[in-house]
């Protein structure tokens, strides 16, 4: 009765894999896909992106001078820092998205042409196994919706002190950088409100969408290297059909050569990318930990630490999934291992102790080899910000 009245869950398709990362861009109007559009939305999209641009740069470049004209005062210093970390990060991002976009647009044509199509194939590659996890929704929404409540209370706050309390409207703003003009008059406020709110736009979804697609493409990765595991490890040789049994592992071959090239690519696009992303989440983390310890837990230091726990969260999962291609890369290895290729001939002995060998390698995304993001990398990006944390408490005299 149980299992009549049990759902049958819905199998996933490559469209629901980049759909999330892929309307992150598409709502600044940045298509990266190129896909179809009434023609009346795309030019509204377009002019909408190239209004970000402007602000983009307009308000990185005051957020750099007021970062580098060092403020006296510890709190200032440390909100214009945490600040110039988070866009950097965001410039590198959007830097890279430009000049791979064609690599990027390859890459996702050829994963879509591996994708299995019909539901047979699907349930054999278990592609929901590869989908977002409820936890990774989770961090990711929860990312978003705290970078959404950071663009608009201030406003909440300045319209409730004026309208509610019948206080002077305050002005406040998202960002404390003082911009080229003055932001305490109506108008003024209005468009540094305006410039604010696009440039946040722009900077949280270019972080948050370049994770999302690399999360997505190393998912796909796993799933052909889980499934070509699961291949393998079914397979039962014998030595009467040597022949046969080698052309099987010809065509594994040729597959996993495949799949490590899109492999190859996706360490290539994201490597660089995600080792910069290293640094500046280290340098964004100890900045807010440095900015809870000045300002104490009042309102503000609590809505920055939301801002820490959201950014621990999405470098997790950032470093789950790398973590992920170098456990699903490696289980080739020891699916080879735990077939019965004793059973089978010589030269399929000696052919699938070369594919383990390969296949102990295990593939990662990193930086020239030198940064790997895995769970390792975690753990020491939160031992460092830790141990930051704990000096700045005791030199500080905080208990």
């Not at 992106?49 to 007021?66: E, G, H, K, M, Q």
Request: hydrophobic share 45%; aromatic share 18%.
């Amino acid at each position: 009765m149980a299992e009549g009245n049990k759902k049958k869950e819905n199998l996933r398709t490559y469209e629901d894999f980049n759909y999330m990362s892929h309307m992150l861009f598409k709502s600044l109007g940045f298509d990266i896909l190129d896909t179809t559009a009434p023609k009346w939305p795309y030019i509204i999209l377009q002019g909408y992106f190239i209004l970000c641009i402007v602000s983009n740069f307009y308000a990185a470049f005051y957020v750099t001078l007021r970062f580098l004209q060092w403020e006296h005062s510890e709190s200032k210093l440390m909100r214009h820092a945490l600040h110039f970390f988070y866009m950097f990060s965001a410039e590198v991002k959007f830097a890279a998205f430009v000049k791979y976009r064609k690599r990027l647009r390859s890459l996702n044509d050829q994963l879509k042409d591996l994708y299995p199509v019909d539901a047979k194939q699907q349930e054999d590659y278990e592609v929901n196994r590869y989908y977002l996890s409820r936890t990774t929704r989770f961090v990711l929404s929860f990312y978003y919706l705290v970078m959404a409540l950071m663009m608009v209370t201030p406003l909440l706050q300045s319209c409730i002190a004026h309208f509610v309390v019948k206080k002077d409207f305050p002005y406040l703003r998202i960002f404390p950088t003082q911009l080229s003009f003055r932001s305490d008059t109506p108008w003024g406020y209005v468009f540094a409100y305006f410039v604010d709110f696009t440039y946040s736009h722009f900077i949280v979804n270019f972080t948050l969408g370049t994770d999302l697609w690399m999360i997505c493409a190393s998912s796909q990765i796993c799933m052909h290297f889980g499934h070509l595991a699961k291949v393998l490890a079914a397979y039962t040789p014998q030595r009467e059909r040597e022949e046969e049994d080698c052309a099987f592992l010809s065509r594994f071959v040729k597959r996993h050569q495949h799949i490590l090239n899109l492999h190859d690519e996706v360490d290539q696009i994201f490597g660089l990318l995600l080792a910069s992303n290293l640094f500046t989440t280290a340098s964004l983390l100890c900045c807010i930990a440095f900015y809870t310890v000045v300002e104490g837990f009042n309102m503000e230091g609590m809505s920055y630490m939301t801002v820490f726990f959201s950014v621990v969260g999405l470098f997790y999962m950032v470093s789950s999934h790398g973590q992920n291609l170098i456990d699903f890369s490696t289980s080739i290895a020891v699916a080879g291992y735990n077939q019965r290729w004793y059973e089978g001939s010589v030269r399929y002995r000696k052919l699938i102790m070369l594919i383990m060998a390969k296949a102990q390698r295990p593939s990662e995304i990193s930086a020239s080899r030198v940064v790997i993001i895995s769970f390792d990398t975690f753990k020491t990006l939160m031992t460092i910000t830790y141990r930051f944390f704990a000096v700045l408490r005791q030199s500080m005299g905080k208990n």
